[in-house]
C-alpha cells in the first residue's frame, strides 16, 4: 500500500499545507527520513535533486516547532542566496497553516530588515554561511536555543569554502541539538564535519528513480557569443520541440531571454530565485499544462523540479 503524508503523523495543519500544494504521497526520501527526525535523531541524508528533500526536513522542523517562542528554533544553511529563498518559501509554504515565522538571511542585502525581523522572533532561519556567522557575529542572532540545524547541500557548501564558517556557526549551538546533512556526494571533508558534529547519525540514501542519460540523446554547437539567440531561434523553427528546459547562469538572464523568445513566437517564461514559492508554482503548473513551452531558468531555481515528457534541454 502506497504511504500517504497522513501516515505520517504529521500535525494536521501541515498535512492540510500538502494537500493544498497538491501532494498525497510522500517521495521516498519522505517517506524514510521524516519519521526518524520527528524522533529527533540525527540524520545523514545522501540524495540528489529532485527527491523532495526539503519537505523531508522542513516538515519535521514545523511540527516540531513550539508556539509563541521569541528564538530561533531552527536553522537551515544553504550555499547560495537562491537556493536560501527557495527552501524559506518552501518552508513558509508548508507552515502555513500553523503560522510559522521564517526568515532569509543572505549576503548583498542590507542588514536592517534582517535584524529588525530577528529581533521580532523567527521561528526558522534559512541563510547562507556568511551573513549567518555576520549576524552571530553583530550579537543579534542567538542560536543557543536551536533544536535542529540542518546543512542542505553540505558538498556545495564545502566547495564554495565554507567549511570553517560552518564549523563557526554550528559551535554557536547547543550540543544536544538535532543536526540534519544532506549531500549528493559525501567527500572526506563531510564525513569529518558529521563525525565532529554528529551523534551517531542515521544514514539514508536515495536515487531518483529514473536514470534518463543513457536514453538522451545530446549534441552540441559551437557558436560565437553574439549568435547564441539566433541559433537558438533557429533550432527552435527546426527542431520538433513540445517543451523545453533552458538553462542560463543569472537571474537577469533568465528574464532576458524569455522576454527574447517571446518576442520571436516561442512562449517562454523565467524561472529564478527572485520568485516566492506561489509565483514559482504558478509558473511551473502553466509549464506542466503546456500554456507555456520554455523555462528559462537559473540551475539553482531548477533544482528539485519533477516534471515529465520535457522534450529538449539547453
Not at 7 to 22: H, I, M, S, T, Y
Not at 47 to 57: D, E, L, P, S, Y
Not at 270 to 285: K, P, S, T, V, W
Amino acid at each position: 500500500m502506497t504511504p500517504q503524508f497522513t501516515d505520517l503523523n504529521l500535525r494536521p495543519e501541515l498535512v492540510q499545507a500538502v494537500a493544498a500544494l497538491g501532494y498525497s504521497e510522500p517521495t521516498p526520501i519522505q517517506s524514510a527520513l521524516i519519521p526518524v527526525m520527528l524522533t529527533g535523531a540525527d540524520v545523514i541524508g545522501q540524495a540528489q535533486t529532485g527527491t523532495g528533500k526539503t519537505a523531508a526536513f522542513a516538515l519535521p522542523i514545523l511540527h516540531n516547532l513550539e508556539p509563541h517562542q521569541r528564538h530561533v528554533q531552527a536553522l537551515v544553511l544553504c550555499p547560495t542566496r537562491e537556493l536560501a529563498l527557495q527552501v524559506a518559501d518552501a518552508v513558509q509554504e508548508y507552515g502555513k497553516f500553523c503560522e510559522a515565522r521564517v526568515l532569509a538571511v543572505y549576503g548583498g542585502q542590507p542588514y536592517t530588515p534582517q535584524i529588525s525581523r530577528l529581533n521580532r522572533g523567527v521561528d526558522v532561519v534559512v541563510g547562507t554561511p556568511g551573513r549567518l556567522l555576520d549576524l552571530i557575529e553583530r550579537k543579534v542572532l542567538n542560536l543557543s536555543r536551536v533544536k535542529t540545524v540542518v546543512l542542505d547541500e553540505a558538498d556545495e557548501m564545502l566547495s564554495m569554502g565554507f567549511i570553517e564558517d560552518i564549523q563557526s556557526i554550528l559551535e554557536e549551538t547547543p550540543s544536544e541539538r538535532q543536526t540534519a546533512l544532506f549531500s549528493a556526494t559525501l567527500p572526506t571533508a563531510i564525513r569529518r564535519l558529521a563525525e565532529r558534529y554528529m551523534r551517531e547519525p542515521q544514514s539514508i540514501r536515495i536515487q531518483r528513480e529514473q536514470v534518463t542519460v543513457a536514453a538522451t540523446e545530446q549534441s552540441y554547437y559551437l557558436v560565437n557569443q553574439a549568435d547564441k539567440l539566433a541559433a537558438l531561434t533557429r533550432l527552435f523553427e527546426s527542431e520538433p520541440i513540445t517543451s523545453a528546459l533552458i538553462f542560463v547562469r543569472t537571474r537577469a538572464a533568465t528574464g532576458e531571454l524569455a522576454n527574447e523568445l517571446s518576442v520571436r513566437g516561442f512562449p517562454a517564461e523565467a524561472l529564478n530565485g527572485d520568485l516566492d514559492q506561489n509565483a514559482r508554482e504558478r509558473i511551473l503548473n502553466r509549464f506542466r499544462q503546456n500554456q507555456s513551452k520554455v523555462l528559462v531558468a537559473t540551475d539553482v531555481a531548477a533544482r528539485g523540479l519533477d516534471i515529465d515528457d520535457i522534450s529538449h534541454v539547453f
